[in-house]
C-alpha cells in the first residue's frame, strides 16, 4: 500500500470514527426522551383508565396510547437519527465548525475528486497527508458532547427510577394500573383492582344452621 492510500485510509477512518461518538450523543438523547415520554403517558393512562375502573375498553385504548406514544417517540428521537446517515462531507463540515484550526483541510480532502493526472494525485496525496496529520492532534472523542450525554442519561434515570417508584410505592391506583397497563398484557391473570374478598365464600352451610359472613373490600371505601 503506498504512502496515499495509507493517509487516505487515515482520514477516512477518522470520519468514522467522529460518526461513531456523534452516534452515542444520538442514543443518550432518543433513550432519555423515550423514558420520559413513557412516564408523562403514564401519569395520564393511569388515571384516566382509573376513572373508568380500569374496564377492558379503557384498557385497551390506554395501552394503544402507552405503547403508541412511547413507539413514536423511539421512531423519531432515536431510530430515525440512527438510520439517517450523515455523509462524509456532512462530517467533515461538522468537524471544521468545531476546530477551526483544521482551514478546510478535511472538507477539501473529501470532496477533492480523484486525479486526472499523475501531478494531481501527488498533491493530492499531500494534501491527506497534511490533513491526517491535523487529525491525529483532535481525538474523534472529543466532538462528543458530554455534558448533553449527562444531561439526557440523568433525564432517562430519573424519568425510569419514577416510573418504577410509582409502580413499586406509588398509590394504590398506580401500583395496579402501571403494572397492569404495561406488563398486564403478558399475564394470565392479574387480579383486579377492585374487588370484595367474601369469607368464608362458596363454603356449604347446613340448613338453619347460623354462619357469620365477612366482606372485605379492596381498591375503594365502602360508603356504609
Not at 497527508?129 to 448533553?148: H, I, M
Amino acid at each position: 500500500m503506498s504512502e496515499g492510500m495509507r493517509h487516505r485510509d487515515r482520514v477516512t477512518d477518522y470520519l468514522q470514527a467522529v460518526r461513531r461518538t456523534l452516534r452515542w450523543e444520538t442514543i443518550a438523547r432518543g433513550l432519555g426522551w423515550t423514558f420520559a415520554a413513557a412516564l408523562v403517558l403514564t401519569c395520564i393512562a393511569v388515571p384516566v383508565a382509573h376513572t373508568e375502573r380500569f374496564s377492558d375498553a379503557a384498557v385497551g385504548w390506554m395501552r394503544l396510547l402507552l405503547f403508541g406514544g412511547t413507539g413514536a417517540v423511539i421512531g423519531w428521537l432515536l431510530l430515525r437519527p440512527l438510520l439517517r446517515r450523515r455523509s462524509d462531507a456532512q462530517i467533515a463540515r461538522f468537524v471544521e465548525n468545531q476546530r477551526p484550526e483544521f482551514r478546510d483541510r478535511l472538507t477539501t480532502a473529501v470532496e477533492c475528486p480523484p486525479p486526472a493526472d499523475p501531478l494531481d494525485g501527488a498533491i493530492r496525496d499531500l494534501l491527506f497527508e497534511d490533513t491526517a496529520r491535523y487529525a491525529a492532534k483532535v481525538p474523534a472523542g472529543s466532538f462528543l458532547n458530554r455534558q448533553n450525554v449527562q444531561r439526557f442519561a440523568a433525564i432517562g434515570a430519573g424519568a425510569l427510577a419514577m416510573l418504577v417508584g410509582l409502580a413499586l410505592f406509588g398509590p394504590a391506583m398506580f401500583r395496579y394500573g402501571t403494572a397492569h397497563l404495561w406488563t398486564g398484557w403478558m399475564a394470565v391473570h392479574a387480579e383486579p383492582l377492585y374487588r370484595i374478598d367474601v369469607n368464608p365464600g362458596d363454603a356449604r352451610v347446613a340448613r338453619r344452621a347460623s354462619q357469620v359472613v365477612s366482606a372485605r373490600p379492596h381498591g375503594f371505601q365502602p360508603r356504609e
